[in-house]
């Protein structure tokens, strides 16, 4: 387990250096994501149920830096992560990229559980209106504190009604603490605007529903 972390952290913090190698034909375009994420619970008393910030960077097919911060709402129980990662297939139909995230948990709840995170995303594009991506990832303990697990972040399948205007349903679920598998399938309304992308969800969740908010805006530079 200690040599494979080693080799995980090398690949990560090479990257740049990889990138600027097979890249050596110029400067790349560089493009920022800034990603906001926050769920409130339908159920009195409206509890935040948790919020994620992210920035990522994109340059050519490389990803990096990625960092970003989740908490369960009140920073009781936070996860900080970085990472980075490759934009592995690039097509008409398909996108799939691939990180590689190293997380540690920190708060006044926290356990300090230290974890690899192996995160695919794939894109699929089935024709001009309809749209699908999956985002599902194992968690690889780095220390006692942390176990095995596994997560359906999203998995999700959208309608454009509009140029503007999507909506859609999905799924996501994963192994909870006392090891059994939870499901909380999901219907999205994303509204498209040149400020940002927002991205509503009503979603099922263990003894009731949350409404979360999700925001993605990208920027280009050089």
Partial sequence: ??????????????????????ESTGQLPVVDIYILRSAESLQSPHVVTYRVFEWTELRGRWIFPDVGYFDTGYGKDQVWFAGA????????????SQELYVTQEAGPDSKNKRSLWIWPVVDMHFG????????????????????????????????????????????????????????NPFITVTRRTRAGNVELWLQRISGGAQVQVRYVLVRSRR
């Fill in 85 to 96: 990662g490759l934009d592995v297939v690039h097509s008409r139909h398909v996108d799939w």
């Fill in 1 to 22: 387990m200690l040599r494979i972390c080693c080799l995980v952290l090398t690949i990560v913090l090479f990257l740049p250096q990889i990138s600027s190698a097979a």
């Fill in 128 to 183: 001009s209106r309809v749209f699908g991506q999956v985002a599902a990832y194992p968690t690889i303990p780095l220390n006692e504190a942390q176990r095995w697990s596994a997560e359906v972040d999203r998995a999700k399948l959208e309608w454009a009604a509009t140029s503007h205007w999507l909506m859609g349903g999905g799924y996501s679920g994963g192994i909870c603490t006392d090891r059994s598998w939870r499901s």
